[in-house]
């Protein structure tokens, strides 16, 4: 293909990925009331627990906030309706230029990337609530806690897009070593870093006194970070038994190889 024809292809692929953008944005945009009450939901619980009267989101910012606010909603769930469509277009776009292997591999990390992500954001969805409650119980006694709609918007996709962010962790250890970037090795031996990175992560993400929450969601991500070493061993392995040079690499320039 020339590089006009290029182009050409580029576009198309992206007028069909925002084609399938604008058309499932407008189911978020007629289930907003149903998904900012899901939103909003840790808010009035805490109203409920604590008993304040006043817990909730406010428009206030701007007139427009209340249309700003629901159009963000609407394209952020036609992003994640539409995301089988606009990467498969990515995927189309990339497979003409890959080998038969470098598909295959590239299948498999996509395959492996998916449910790990929605796994995190699986797991921001349950620590939300708990998070909300123990910063809004920093409020003093007798005052009103109104959140800016937009401002609380970004603070929850924003914590759900950091734990499925997270759990890609060993997406791209296993990619790195793959690369022969990142041994096994080397990451065996910085697992006491690897923990301090994790907890330090946990404890911004999650600012629990008490620090049970920061454990618990410290585990997970830990846990994915010693089977990242796994599947890289397992890699390292068979990359080694299909090098050649393996039975005498190690030998001295004075000993006989088994050629």
């Known amino acids: 293909m ?11 692929r992206v ?4 084609l399938g953008v604008l058309v499932l944005s407008v189911v978020g945009w007629y289930v907003y009331a149903d998904l900012i009450g899901l939103l909003i939901q840790p808010l009035k619980d805490v109203r409920d627990a604590s008993g304040r009267e006043i817990v909730n989101i ?10 700003s606010v629901q159009l963000k909603v609407a394209i952020f769930v036609g992003i994640v ?31 492996a990337a998916v449910p790990l992500f929605l796994a995190g954001a699986a797991l921001a969805a349950w620590a939300i609530p ?21 401002t609380y918007l970004n603070f929850v996709l924003y914590f759900i897009l950091a734990f499925g962010l997270a759990f890609l962790m060993p997406v791209a250890l296993v990619g790195l070593n793959q690369l022969k970037i990142l041994s ?39 846990i994915l970070y010693w089977g990242a070493i796994g599947v890289s061993v397992v890699m390292e392995r068979r990359r080694a038994k299909k090098d050649p040079t393996t039975a005498w690499k190690d030998l001295s320039p004075d000993e006989a190889s088994p050629l």
């Open 130 to 150: 708990r998070t909300v409650a123990i910063l809004l119980s920093f409020t003093p006694e007798g005052a009103a806690n109104l959140q800016d709609a937009m």
């Open 184 to 222: 096994a090795r080397v990451m065996i031996k910085g697992w006491r870093v690897a923990l301090m990175i994790i907890l330090i992560f946990a404890a911004f993400v999650t600012p629990d006194p008490s620090a049970w929450t920061m454990i618990a969601l410290s585990i997970p991500v830990y």
């Open 81 to 111: 309706l539409s995301s089988p469509i606009w990467i498969w277009q990515i995927w189309g776009f990339l497979m003409p230029g890959l080998t038969k292997k470098e598909r295959r591999i590239a299948l498999a990390y996509f395959c």
């Open 58 to 67: 406010n428009f206030g910012a701007s007139i427009t906030q209340p249309f």
């Open 15 to 18: 007028v069909i990925a925002s």
């Open 2 to 12: 020339s590089l006009a024809d290029h182009f050409r292809e580029l576009r198309n």
